[in-house]
């Protein structure tokens, strides 16, 4: 029974030692190699049921080859066994393109609202500005329009103006023929100036309208009247330079308020009006001789144009 | 499905075919067992070379989506320099 034992165990003993010194077959190699490379691959990741089902299917061709080595059932399995591999591995890759894809896909929506989105902004901005150049647009139309009222209306009023001031020289000179034996006038501008002799209204030294002259400036004032509309009246009093300053100083401002309120008693306006004395500081001819003297004695009423 | 297509599919659908031309070898001559290993290893290939062939229609449509979203990318980076411009 010993002896049969032993030689029944050395003989599986030289059994198990053929067996493992007897090589796998070429399937089982490559079925080993596959499930290697599937291990290592992002297959136990993404496909672990798959992995699993390779691992079974390797075992049992490990097994037939412990069984029996190179026999037909070793290399069938092996043979399922890598196919096994070689699928978890497709379906890996299928799963991992597939979310490659999904991600893809949501970037690009993503990247689609967001152009949308900054499509919109721009457009808004862009609104925004058209709507504003066309508001400047119409503010300066509306500007340019009203200019070009304004300046038609200005332009109507300065031709109005004209013609009024161009009446009132024609009056003005028509009125003034009547008095020109008494007066000097000249224009100068927008000033008429009327030059009355100092003689023939005062007396030597005194400020007291003659009766001669009063009737004289009573034709004065009548044109006055006429012409007082936007104008204002100065009459100044000049003297010749016989005397102190102080006394012709003097002397020039009473001559003048007296014309003044002579005139202002014929109806001419108190607001209007005002009297200056320039004594004998603004001589028009030299006071060495008669005649110059006669000249720089005199009254000047400037009639100026304030409109 | 395109197996014919993909290189390594159509390799395994070949296999699965000459897998099932010796099973019915087998079958006619009345070989029970190796017929049944034949059809086995056919199934395998079949399934192997169909996997395959969805992998590879998978990964084309994974890169023409990102294809897809860099050209968008590309051109609104052009726009957006025209905008600014």
Request: hydrophobic content about 35%; charged content about 30%.
């Given at each position: ?27 089982l190699?490559?079925a080993r190699?596959a499930f290697?490379?599937a ?15 390779a691992k079974v299917a390797l075992n049992k061709a490990e097994m ?13 399995l092996a043979?399922l066994a890598e196919?096994k591999a ?222 | ?85």
């Open positions: 029974m010993n002896k049969l034992s032993l030689a029944t165990l050395t003989l599986a003993g030289i059994g198990l030692t053929g067996c493992a010194a007897t090589p796998p077959s070429q399937q190699l490559s190699d290697r490379e291990e290592q691959s992002t297959a136990t990741q993404l496909e672990p049921e798959h992995v699993q089902r037939a080859h412990d069984d029996e080595p190179q026999s037909e059932q070793e290399k069938h043979y196919r070689q699928l978890a591995m497709a379906l890996a890759e299928r799963t991992s393109a597939e979310r490659a894809k999904a991600q893809a896909e949501k970037e690009y929506k993503s990247l689609l609202v967001d152009q949308k989105q900054n499509a919109e902004a721009r457009a808004n901005v862009a609104n925004r500005e058209a709507d504003a150049a066309e508001r400047n647009a119409a503010a300066a139309r509306s500007d340019a329009q009203k200019n070009a009222a304004e300046l038609a209306t200005e332009r109507q009023a300065r031709m109005e103006a004209e013609k009024k001031l161009s009446a009132a020289r024609e009056r003005l000179t028509s009125a003034l023929d009547k008095i020109a034996d008494l007066s000097q006038v000249e224009t100068k501008d927008r000033e008429v100036v009327i030059t009355l002799n100092g003689a023939v209204l005062f007396e030597v030294g005194k400020s007291k309208l003659m009766p001669s002259a009063q009737e004289k400036l009573r034709e004065v004032a009548a044109v006055l009247k006429q012409e007082q509309d936007g104008r204002s009246i100065v009459v100044e009093g000049h003297t010749d330079s016989q005397g102190t300053d102080q006394y012709n100083l003097q002397l020039s401002k009473s001559r003048a308020q007296a014309v003044v309120d002579y005139l202002i008693s014929q109806g001419v306006d108190r607001n209007r009006i005002k009297a200056v004395g320039r004594g004998e500081a603004e001589p028009t001819a030299s006071n060495q001789t008669p005649e110059g003297r006669a000249n720089n004695r005199r009254v000047e009423i400037h009639l100026r144009d304030e409109s | 499905m395109g197996a014919r297509t993909v290189p390594q599919a159509a390799l395994h659908l070949e296999y699965a075919q000459q897998h099932m031309t010796q099973a019915k070898e087998h079958m006619a001559e009345e070989e029970g067992e190796p017929a049944l290993h034949a059809l086995d290893k056919a199934e395998a290939d079949a399934n192997l070379a169909l996997e395959l062939a969805r992998s590879a229609q998978a990964q084309t449509e994974a890169q023409e989506a990102l294809r897809e979203g860099n050209e968008l990318r590309k051109n609104a980076s052009v726009y957006s320099q025209i905008g600014d411009s």
